[in-house]
């Protein structure tokens, strides 16, 4: 509804009835939402209440052009209720006043018996508060006297600034007579407007049209009027006939409220009240606020805005942790110590925990891929049980152990697993892929960093782990250990495990027969020397790589020769392609002949195994160092 | 007492009416009790002997209901004037938070006033509180009384108010004075919020 133009605060009579209802209006006018929040004015029919809430309005769109302000009466509000139900607009109903800056609200009294307007108002209510939005309310009663009122509109009408009007005294009735007569440009002979000041009228309005009349009378020519024939023109009304007197006693308790209202808004401590409203609604987001409370009976408690900026502080904290805990450790979601800022401090060990934890245990190496390695009877067994594991994880054989000797291709079958199982789950496995001697440096180095418990936390959440070499466990006591209750976490959550090992699981009886046991209880496969296909299809790889195709005849030539391992094949196989390109690429029996002979003349030089285990790793040690004559030769080419 | 409690969002405060025998304190809770309306109407529990002279203490609690947000709450006490009852006046004067001194304006009355007066400030030093901040507010009472049978406001200005407190003159009886004397203390124990280091030293 449009806002009355002629009803402002310079055209409001003030006297000692009104003071404290138009300082409060003008206050709030001047900064809404931060003064009276909601200010509800009270006072019986025509005295000024609607003037009021006019004036409010149209100062601060005065003093704030984009405000949105929206005057309306409590019968309008109702019937935009009952049409926007009916067209089934209620939302655009609700969203068109929830935007509102400020909502002045004539004659709450008529909510009585309007349960659904009143939930709704409710519900307006809370959302423009929460947003520091003004509201204004007028009514010819307290709220405690509205029958039917909801309760919690009832608290809330009464949770900012509860102000009545009352009648006003004879000089601010003298006052409000002059206004009009000014107005409307009439002058009256002395005494007149005095007179009617002082003739008993129900209000101000009742007042303002008996003066209405007199100004009639005196403009239309009938003659001047006198003090002496204000009572005859007035009839009834001028006798009092039938109307209370217009300056009652007023009830002193209300008066007394009303002071005390002035005084307890003026000297409660703001600061203290927004911080027992954010503790409120903190509590309701369910944080625990047990320090905020115990902060607020403290007298010591001198700076609240202090205690609400570092309780922001801590719950932004909170929320931020909560978010990261989660997504490193999904268990952790719903945990009630998102809600404590007491446990900010043990939160923020956990996730320095959670992110140590969350450091991926060693990938596999990229490099070696499934589709690189060459399958023949010598390792086809191998082969499937890795393809079923890639398949289904964690079902089908596990542990999975892959036994065979040095250089016939466990690692990159291995490694090949941990990259098909990694791609199978579009990334979303992790996936360990790790040589058993760095697994014990690892764990040397966390007990070392009193990290052991962030190490068991890294491996334990991984969806696949896979050791090669197992055998170098042989002699280590706690690492032993720790596998073992490592594995069996892994296999109790269905996690898949593949491990490699240069002799059966069986003759490792350097490490404990638990863990012995356990291997045997999965599949256990060997890989065995590569076979005559294998052979022919490794070196027909490599030369393919290097851009040459092999006649069948130095395939077969090829794969007649002795190489007990897949390194010694490859070896060949890149000599081969070294003399291919020398040669146009062009490749003949002879060449492999010659690579024989290279490779025969070469005298093996077998290092005497160490103590260490790592010399005794034929796959990590050069076994075969061509002679002085063999790498000129090489160097030559 | 918890003044103000802003966690449960209540106010409370003990406002105790101090003064001689029969200078009007009881009286001034009647006229308030009378005016309270229905719904707000505790129960006013005066212990009186059968000639009308508070034996013990009258205590009535008025609810005000919600200001600004905050439930309000007065609690207001009479003690007994007489000399003799003592220690039912400490035990009163305990924990309250403001003091209305009801003085008999009776020229006749001085003395009991002075006393009463004196009695007050010794009563309050032994409680740990600082008379001289201890919210207080003077009543002269008894003001409709002939000229010639009282003493006017200045004269008792002059007679008990070295401290400069805000004093009001009334006529209990017929309810003069009496709500401007509950406002005006009930102010100064609000004022006092303001004033934390002051309020701590109570």
Redesign the interface.
Known sequence: MALDVRSRFDTFVVGAANRLAVSAARAVAQSPGAA?NPLFIYAASGLGKTHLLSAIGQLAKQLQPDLRVEYVTTDELVERLHQAVTRGETEAFRQKFAELDVLLLDDVQFLTGRQETQSELLRLFNVLQRSGKQIVLTSDRPP?EIADLDDRLM?RF?????VDMGTPDYETRVAILRRRCDERDVTFAPGVVEEVARVVFANVREMQGAINRLIAYQTLGEGDVTVESVHGLLGDRGNGAGHQRLTPKS???E???S???V???????AR??K??EL?AEWRTQGYRTGAL?RA??S?ET?DPDALVKEFEHKIARLRALEQELVALDPTQRGSVQFRDPAALEELERLAETLRAESVPPPPPDGSLLRSEFEVGPSNQLAAHAADAIVEEPGRRYNPLVIHGGAGVGKTHLLHAIGNELAAASGGAMTVACVNASDFVNELIAALQDSAIETWRGRYRRVDALLIDQIEMFAGTERTQDEFFHLFNTLMEAGKQVVLTSSRAPRTLTDLDERLRSRFEAGLVVEIQPPDRLLREKLVARVLANAGVTPSSEVLHAVAGLEMPTARDVLRVGERLADMAASSNGRLTSADVSRVTSVRRSTPVHRATPSGDAHFGDREKTVWDWPDLSGRIIEDLR | MSLVNYASREITCKIVYYGPGRSGKTTNLHYVYGQVPEERKGKMVSLATQTDRTLFFDFLPLDLGTISGFTTRLQLYTVPGQVYYQATRKLVLQGADGVVFVADSQSRQLDENIESFQDLHANLGNQGMDPRTVPLVLQYNKQDLPRDMIMSVDELDEALNFRGVPRFAADALHGIGVFETLRGIAELVLKRLASPAEAGSR
């Open positions: 009276y405690a608290t009464s949770g900012g600034l509860l009830g002193e308790y008066s007394f409220l002071g005390l209202a005084a307890v808004a003026q000297h409660i401590d203290r009240v911080l027992v503790t409370e607020l009976q007298k001198t």
